[in-house]
C-alpha cells in the first residue's frame, strides 16, 4: 500500500531519530525507535488523512460520527504497519539497523483508554470503517490514566496508574487552533430580541476542550479515518499575582480543576464528587464533539438545516446521550431554530447502541446535579421529558407504562428512555439482546415505536485478531483458501470446512495450536515468571470480573476437580491448565474477592505435589489488550458461561473461536448465533436457558436445596468457608450463594441450578481432546464459521440499515 521498501523505511527511521531526539540508530534507546517508528507512520497516515478529508468535503459524503467513553486501541505500531503493507519492510529495518523487531513492537504500551468489550469493539469498529472507506471519526477523552495498572500483591488486585501517553503521544497530534470552549454551571439569563427568546449562561465555568488526533489507517486502501480525543484545559492563564504573593497552589488550583476531567477513566462514583467528575466528562466530550461537527458542517454547508442529511452521530452505550439535548442547545440557542425545526433535525441525527440488560448498568443521573452542574441542558431535558411523556399517555393511557418509559422521574435522568426518545435507531449487539431488550427492558417502548429497534450483532477486527497474532493459521488459511483474499471477505473462511476429513490439514491445525501454545509458555515464563505445561489443555476465562460473567462457577468446578485428586490422585490423566485473566472495577468489593480467590486456590492447587501435571490454575496479571494477543492463538477452550440473559454479546467468544478455541458455554449473547452455525457437535454446550432463568427465579429458586442434595456442590461450597493453605477464607462468598447478602439474593446468578451441567460440559470437553482428530475437525469448524462475526460484516449492517451511506 506504500512504496518504502526496506532501505528507504531505515532511512525514514534514521532521519526521524535526528530530527527529533538528536540521535543516531547506534544512540538511540528502545524507547525512542518506537516513537521513531511510530512518528514515521503517522506522517504516512497523517497525508493520507488530509486526502481523504479533502475527498469527503468536495464530494459532500455523509459522515458517521462514532462517540465512546472507551477505545481501548491496545498498541498501534503492529497494526498501523500491518494495515499500511509495510510491516515486512518495518521489521527488517529494525533488525538492520541494530534492533530487535519484537521487542520494539513489546514495548510499545497498550493506549488502554477503555474497560473491556465495549472499548475494544469501539476500536474494532473504527479499523472496519476505515477499511470499508467509510467517512468517520471516532470521538472520546484524551485520558492521562487509562484504565489501571493491575499488580497482585498477595492475591489481592492493586490498581496503579497507567500513563500510557509517555510513549503513546507520539500517535496523537495536538490541534489547539481546533479547541471548544465547553461551559458548566453558573445561572442562566433570559431576554427577547428581535422576537427570540436568548438564554445567557452567567457566572459559569469555562473549560477548554483541545483535540488530539490518533489516526486510523485503513487495510488495503488509501482512506484514512481520525480518533479524536478531546483533552481538558482552563481557558484561564495562571494568575501570576498569586504567584508573586506565594499563593502558588492557588495560582494554578483553576488549570488543575480542568485537568481533572481528562485525568482518569471512569472515577470512582460512589460518592457525589465521583459522580460530578463522571457527569462533567460526559458533557465535555459530548459538547466538544457537537459544537466541532456542526462547526464544521456550517463551514461546508452554510446552514444547519441540512445536518441530518450529511451527518449520523453513533452514540455507543448511553455516555454520550447527553449528544441529543446539546443539538437542541446549539439549533435553538446558536442557530435560532425553533423546537420543532430543531427536533426534527436531532431525532434524525442520533442512533443509540445499547450494551447491557442489567437495570444497575442503565444510567441514571441525579436531576439535582444536573441542575446544578448543566443548568441549559437540565431546561432542555425537562422539555424533552414533558413532550416524550405527553406521547407515551396519548399512546398508552396507562400510568405504569409512562412511568416506565419516562426520561425523567423521581428525580433522576433516565439516560437510556432519553435516547429511545431522542434517536432514530436503537440497537442490540446480539439477536438474543435484541429480543430481550424489545420484549422486556425497553417492551413499551418498542410497542409504541417498533420501527427504531434493530439488530446489529457485534463483530471483531479478524485481520488484528487473527492473521496479524496468528500467522501460524493465517498461513494455513491462505494455502488452502488460495491467497489474503479472506482479509477483505472474510465469508471465505467457510472454505475450510471443506477441509473437515483431511488428515493432512487438520494435522496441521494440532500443529499450529502447539507451536502457540509453546510462544505463549514462553511469553508468560519471561513475563510473569510462571512455568506452563504445554501438554495440558488451555483452558481459558479472561474478560472483566462480574458476578453474572461467572468466574466464580469455574471456580466451584476447579475445587470439586481438586477435591476429586484428593480423593484419588489417579483421577486426572489429562494435564488441565485453567488460566483467568481479569481486572475488577476498583469499587466492586465482591469482583476484587473473586480474584483473590482464585490466587487462593492457584497457590493451593500448585503447591499440592499431588496436582503436578494434571492441574493448573494460573491468574494472568494485568490483563489487556496486548496480552491477549499473546493468549487467544494459544487457547484450546473457551470459557463463555454467564448466566443466560445477562451477557448482551460477549466479542472474546468470537476471538476464540476464529483462533481455533473451543467453547464451553451457556445459550447466551452471540454464543446462540454461534451455536446456530456450530450446532451442538462443535461446542460444549450446558445450563439454562435464557427463559427458563427467568421461570426459575419466578417460581422461587431456592439454592439451599442444591447444597443439601448435591454432595459435591456441597462439598466445593464449603471449602469457600475453610479456606485455603494462605490462610484466607471466603465465608462473605459462601453466603452470597446460600443466603444472600447486601441486599442481593441467595446465588443471585443461578452458579448452583448450572454446576452440575457444567461440571459434565467440561467433562466432555476433556473427553474430546483425547481424540486429537475429532478435536481438530472440530476446531477447523470453528475457524471456517468464525467469518460472520467479522467487523466487517458489522458494520456495513450499521452503514445499510441505520446510517444509510454507501461503503467498499
Known amino acids: 500500500m506504500t512504496d518504502f ?15 527529533h531526539f538528536g540521535k543516531t540508530a547506534e544512540e538511540a534507546s ?29 464530494q459532500q459524503k455523509k459522515q458517521v460520527h462514532y462517540l465512546s467513553m472507551e477505545f ?19 521489521r527488517q529495518a529494525l533488525e538492520q539497523m541494530g534492533f530487535k523487531a519484537a521487542d520494539i513492537f513489546e514495548i510499545e504500551p497498550d493506549a488502554a483508554l477503555g474497560n473491556g468489550g465495549l472499548g475494544r469493539l469501539a476500536a474494532c469498529y473504527l479499523d472496519s470503517m476505515t477499511t470499508l472507506e467509510i467517512p468517520a471519526t471516532g470521538y472520546s477523552i484524551c485520558y492521562e490514566l487509562g484504565i489501571f495498572k493491575q499488580k497482585i500483591v498477595e492475591g489481592q488486585q492493586v490498581e496503579l496508574p497507567d500513563n500510557w501517553q509517555n510513549m503513546g503521544a507520539a500517535w496523537l497530534l495536538p490541534k489547539p487552533e481546533e479547541a471548544q470552549e465547553v461551559v458548566f454551571g453558573g445561572t442562566l439569563r433570559e431576554f427577547w430580541d ?85 457527569l462533567k466528562q460526559q458533557y465535555f466530550f459530548v459538547s466538544a464533539t457537537v459544537q466541532s461537527i456542526c462547526k464544521q458542517h456550517l463551514e461546508t454547508y452554510g446552514t444547519l438545516l441540512n445536518f441530518h442529511e450529511k451527518n449520523v452521530i453513533q452514540v455507543n452505550d448511553t ?85 416506565d418509559m419516562a426520561v425523567i422521574w423521581d428525580g433522576e435522568v433516565r439516560m437510556a428512555n432519553l435516547c429511545i426518545a431522542g434517536g432514530m435507531a436503537v440497537n442490540g449487539v446480539s439477536g438474543l439482546h435484541s429480543e430481550i ?42 494455502d488452502l483458501t488460495g491467497g489474503d483474499d479472506y482479509l477483505t471477505k472474510p465469508q471465505m473462511l467457510q472454505k475450510l470446512d471443506d477441509y473437515a476429513d483431511d488428515a493432512q490439514v487438520l494435522q496441521r491445525i494440532g500443529q499450529i495450536k502447539r507451536q502457540n501454545k509453546e510462544d505463549f509458555a514462553a511469553y508468560i515464563r519471561k513475563t ?27 471456580v466451584l468446578h476447579i475445587i470439586s476437580l481438586y477435591q476429586k485428586l484428593q480423593d484419588d490422585p489417579a483421577a486426572i490423566t489429562q494435564p488441565h491448565t485453567f488460566l483467568f485473566g481479569a481486572k475488577a472495577a476498583p469499587g466492586y468489593v465482591v469482583a476484587k474477592r473473586i480474584i483473590h480467590l482464585i490466587n487462593s486456590l492457584s497457590d493451593q492447587i500448585n503447591a499440592d505435589p499431588i496436582c503436578k501435571d494434571k492441574l493448573q490454575v494460573v491468574f494472568l496479571e494485568n490483563y489487556r489488550v496486548s496480552l491477549a494477543e499473546h493468549l ?46 456450530l450446532g451442538d457437535e462443535n461446542m460444549f454446550l450446558f445450563g439454562l436457558h435464557a427463559d427458563e432463568v427467568e421461570m426459575l427465579k419466578r417460581e422461587g429458586y431456592l439454592p439451599q436445596r442444591l447444597y443439601a442434595r448435591d454432595p459435591v456442590v456441597r462439598r466445593a461450597v464449603d471449602m469457600l468457608k475453610t479456606g485455603f493453605r494462605d490462610g484466607v477464607t471466603y465465608e462473605d462468598l459462601y453466603t452470597r450463594l446460600l443466603t444472600g447478602a447486601g441486599g442481593s439474593p441467595a446465588d443471585e446468578y443461578l452458579l448452583l441450578a448450572d454446576f452440575e451441567g457444567y461440571c459434565a460440559a467440561e467433562a466432555r470437553m476433556v473427553q474430546t481432546y483425547a481424540d486429537s482428530q475429532k478435536w481438530n475437525r472440530m476446531s477447523l469448524h470453528n475457524v471456517a464459521r468464525s467469518g460472520i462475526f467479522a467487523a466487517d460484516r458489522s458494520v456495513g449492517e450499521y452503514a445499510d440499515h441505520i446510517w444509510h451511506v454507501p461503503h467498499k
Open 437 to 478: 431488550l424489545k420484549k422486556d427492558v425497553f417492551k413499551n417502548a418498542c410497542g409504541m415505536e417498533p420501527d427504531k429497534f434493530q439488530n446489529v450483532t457485534n463483530g471483531i477486527d479478524h485481520r488484528r485478531w487473527l492473521s496479524e497474532i496468528n500467522p501460524g493459521l493465517d498461513g494455513l488459511i491462505r
Open 632 to 677: 487467544m492463538p494459544a487457547s484450546e477452550v473457551s470459557q463463555q458461561i454467564s448466566t443466560a440473559g445477562k451477557e448482551a454479546s460477549g466479542t472474546g467468544n468470537m476471538k476464540f473461536m476464529m483462533n481455533g478455541a473451543l467453547t464451553v458455554g451457556t445459550l447466551d449473547g452471540a454464543n446462540v448465533e454461534m451455536h446456530n452455525v
Open 194 to 278: 428581535n422576537g427570540h427568546l436568548h438564554i445567557v449562561q452567567e457566572n459559569a465555568t469555562k473549560v477548554l476542550a483541545v483535540p488530539c488526533d490518533m489516526e486510523i489507517a485503513g487495510y488495503d486502501t488509501p482512506h484514512t479515518n481520525v480518533l479524536r480525543l478531546w483533552d481538558a484545559r482552563s481557558p484561564k492563564p495562571v494568575d501570576m499575582s498569586l504567584y508573586s504573593r506565594g499563593e502558588y497552589l492557588k495560582a494554578t488550583e483553576e488549570q488543575a480543576m480542568a485537568e481533572v476531567i481528562a485525568k482518569v477513566l471512569y472515577p470512582e462514583d460512589n460518592h457525589i464528587e465521583g459522580k460530578s467528575l463522571r
Open 5 to 19: 521498501t526496506t532501505k528507504t523505511m531505515a532511512e525514514a527511521l534514521t532521519d526521524k531519530l535526528m530530527i
Open 319 to 403: 455516555h454520550p446521550s447527553l449528544v441529543i439535548p446539546e443539538l437542541m442547545r446549539i439549533f435553538m440557542d446558536e442557530a435560532g431554530m425553533d423546537w420543532d425545526t430543531a427536533w426534527n433535525i436531532t431525532s434524525k441525527s442520533v442512533a443509540y447502541t445499547n450494551h447491557t440488560v442489567l437495570a444497575e448498568a442503565l444510567e441514571r443521573w441525579p436531576q439535582t446535579l444536573m441542575q446544578q452542574l448543566l443548568p441549559r441542558i437540565w431546561q432542555i431535558l425537562t422539555e424533552i421529558a414533558g413532550r416524550w411523556q405527553k406521547k407515551c399517555e396519548d399512546f398508552y393511557h396507562d400510568e405504569a407504562k409512562v412511568r
Open 30 to 58: 528502545d524507547a525512542e525507535m518506537m516513537k521513531a517508528s511510530a512518528l514515521v507512520l503517522r506522517d504516512v497516515m497523517a497525508l493520507r488523512e488530509v486526502e481523504t478529508r479533502k475527498k469527503t468535503l468536495r
Open 72 to 90: 481501548l486501541m491496545g498498541r498501534s505500531l503492529m497494526k498501523n504497519a500491518y494495515n499500511l503493507g509495510v510491516l515486512p519492510q518495518l
Open 528 to 554: 510473569q515468571g510462571v512455568a506452563l505445561n504445554p501438554d495440558a489443555i488451555f483452558d481459558v476465562q479472561v474478560k472483566r470480573l462480574h458476578e453474572y460473567k461467572r468466574q466464580l462457577l469455574n
